[in-house]
């Protein structure tokens, strides 16, 4: 018998920037991110789950 079997690893980085608002703060972080000026790593890893998916 064969089982998909799905892993999540999950990374996660809190970034301090200057803003007006919280949505300009919001778009800030992610262009930098779509940019690649915040490349998350292994040094930001948090977790890992693994679960056995169903047909």
Do not use: C, F, H, P
Not at 7 to 28: C, F, P
Not at 32 to 49: C, F, G, H, P, Q
């Amino acid at each position: 018998m064969k089982y998909k079997v799905e892993i999540t690893e999950t990374l996660q980085r809190t970034v301090e920037v200057e803003a007006k608002d919280e949505g300009k703060a919001y778009q800030i972080v992610n262009d930098m991110y779509r940019n690649e000026k915040i490349v998350l790593s292994a040094d930001d890893y948090i977790d890992t789950k693994i679960e056995v998916l169903s047909d």
